[in-house]
């Protein structure tokens, strides 16, 4: 725990108000002193609620176009990526269960599809002008979720997260989507990829309320031409993302 | 958007996934845009930060950590911290452009009490600001939107500068407390 001296320091420096010389030592601190940083962040929580009220404004299309340039001139080369994504996973997956403690199983996906949905809502991100954007989190029968699937129409692809669930040996998982009037396979799911094309009659469709996903168990490498849809392992609603 | 899916979305680009950033971009950049003008009150200058934001956000990604803040603080705060250092150096070189913008500027910034939809957590803050005197409040306010310096506040108020920064010490102490405390 950082002393009060140490808070009011942290709490001076995210809002803005020290000297020169205070906000270079905050700085410095910052990058030595895990307790001082933490601080900082602790008030970085605090007070960014307050940009809620800030309004959107549209950069220009040329920010983009020089963020892509600057990445490609290998002017902020990744670094060491892929060291946080367990930790991220199973702390997500604690969420999801501490949610779904809360309700009975076989409500579970609808129960967490509800508090991301009250999530949009409730978001700070106010902004008219983002890309329309759906999510689903396919469940199981027992209402364990193994797949969240962000789609999105206008980028024409869909993000694939996996919750640490794979097929049995010897099986494949593939996607669908069900519409009440079409159902369209999207591939099979690869525990590498995370993204998938999006087929071109789904991008133009009406998604809505009564649009799913829906994984299937299929023989390792896919379902054979003309064979009929293997059992239903995870399915979740499409729920619109509220910008 | 949801806190999950951006979580998602900063995990993904954590993993050097290009097409993630994009879409983060896409859901965040109006707002820190937003954020980045009050500050600078300069497109040019406020697009420089965008740009500088996304690129530390790209590289500081694999380190953000979801149990120290949300995606909505952690980028918010890169965003305010980039425009106040550029800010403060452009002071350096003030012009009588500033001091003209002061005069015409004596409010402190959007008023988040008035914001139709807020949050739980801006209702929460707001609930522990509202105790405060509405003066020192105000000072903390435009401190806050506008990146303004103990002095730049003291001359917006009134009142000296002495004044103004035990203001907002006490008054950022209170907020803790009471945020903290419930």
Not at chain 1, 172 to 185: A, G, R
Not at chain 2, 14 to 39: E, M, P, Q, W
Request: proline content about 7%; hydrophobic content about 40%; overall charge negative.
């Amino acid at each position: 725990m950082a002393s009060d001296k140490t808070q009011r320091l942290a709490g001076e420096y995210v809002l803005g108000t020290l000297d020169p010389s205070e906000r270079a030592r905050a700085e410095r601190l910052r990058e030595i002193d895990p307790d001082f940083a933490r601080s900082v962040a602790e008030w970085e929580w605090r007070l960014a609620p307050l940009s809620e009220a800030v309004e959107p404004v549209q950069p220009d299309l040329a920010v983009w176009s020089r963020i892509e340039a600057a990445l490609d001139a290998g002017a902020a080369a990744p670094q060491e990526r892929g060291s946080r994504i367990v930790a991220q996973l199973v702390q997500l997956r604690q969420h999801l269960v501490a949610w779904r403690l809360t309700a009975f199983a076989t409500a579970a996906a609808a129960v967490i599809a509800g508090v991301l949905w009250l999530g949009g809502v409730d978001s700070p991100w106010v902004s008219r002008e983002a890309a329309e954007q759906y999510v689903a989190m396919l469940a199981d029968e027992a209402g364990e979720v193994g797949y969240v699937v962000t789609v999105e129409p206008s980028a024409r692809r869909m993000m694939v997260r996996d919750m640490g669930v794979r097929p049995p040996p010897e099986k494949s998982y593939e996607m669908w989507i069900m519409m009440p009037d079409k159902q369209e396979p999207l591939g099979l799911v690869q525990p590498e990829k995370n993204t998938m094309p999006l087929p071109e009659t789904i991008r133009t469709a009406q998604l809505d309320l009564k649009t799913k996903v829906i994984v299937c168990l299929e023989p390792e490498g896919g379902r054979q031409p003309g064979a009929a849809m293997g059992p239903v392992v995870y399915s979740g609603k499409l729920m619109r993302q509220t910008p | 958007m949801a806190d999950q899916t951006l979580n998602a979305l900063i995990d993904a680009v954590a993993h050097g996934d290009r097409t993630a950033f994009r879409s983060l971009y896409n859901a965040t950049s109006a707002k820190l845009f937003g954020v980045a003008l009050r500050i600078l009150k300069s497109r040019e200058m406020a697009e420089d930060v965008l740009q500088d934001v996304y690129l530390k956000v790209w590289d500081a990604a694999p380190d953000y950590r979801p149990e120290l803040g949300t995606p909505f603080s952690w980028m918010v705060a890169i965003t305010r911290n980039r425009a106040i250092d550029v800010l403060r150096k452009r002071r350096e070189v003030a012009t009588d452009d500033d001091a003209h913008e002061a005069e015409n500027n004596p409010d402190s910034g959007p008023d988040p009490f008035e914001l139709a939809a807020q949050s739980r957590a801006l209702k929460s803050l707001l609930g522990c600001m509202e105790r405060l005197e509405p003066e020192h409040r105000r000072c903390l306010l435009m401190a806050y939107y506008y990146g303004y310096t103990h002095e730049e506040i003291a001359d917006r108020v009134s009142k000296p500068v002495g004044t103004v920064k035990s203001w907002i010490r006490r008054g950022l102490i209170r907020v803790r407390d009471c945020l903290d405390n419930g």
